[in-house]
């Protein structure tokens, strides 16, 4: 069965700070997709980034990229100048490129940005 | 993309009673989840729901305390029965509109049993 794993339960960056989200993940499979949700407190989850298992390239998003590790199985998440507005729950996920469309949730960290 | 509409945002409930959360989606959508998940905590599916099947339950859940309705390829509801404090939590539905994209999920339904 495939795992996802956040080590962080919690991090803290100085606002205009870079950060860096840890995710690493057990699969047998070569077909899969990786996210990284954001949840504020209102409780919305909004996609932040994704990654095809079968592109090289990392995924970026303005001030959000990864680094995707496919050997070591680790997913990564870095934000770059850092915002207030970047305070929320991050989550890892993981989808196996079956149809079955589930998702396997890591445990979350929470990021806290110091003005 | 997908847009959805999930009521109630939050309600207040007293225990024994039941409590029907709906979520209604902009397109057509085969399947969707409903999620349980604790403050703080990550997410924990309930169920998968498909149009025209019974919903399909992960362990620890069970369909006579929380049956699903799936009535077409836009809505779907969850009903939480006989409701404990136990079952405060935060549910969310989500949809995957297509093998290749992201999940896609409602506002979330805060809920206090009392």
Redesign the interface.
Known sequence: AQTVTQSQPEMSVQEAETVTLSCTYDTSESDY?L?WYKQPP????I?VI?Q?AYKQQNATENRFSVNFQKAAKSFSLKISDSQLGDAA?Y?C?Y?SGQ?????I????T?LIIKP | SAVISQKPSRDICQRGTSLTIQCQVDSQVTMMFWYRQQPGQSLTLIATANQGSEATYESGFVIDKFPISRPNLTFSTLTVSNMSPEDSSIYLCSVVPQPNTEAFFGQGTRLTVV
């Open positions: 997709y996210f209102s409780r919305q989850m996609l994704r095809e729950m989550f996920a989808r149809s079955n469309y589930q998702l949730w890591g445990a979350g929470k």
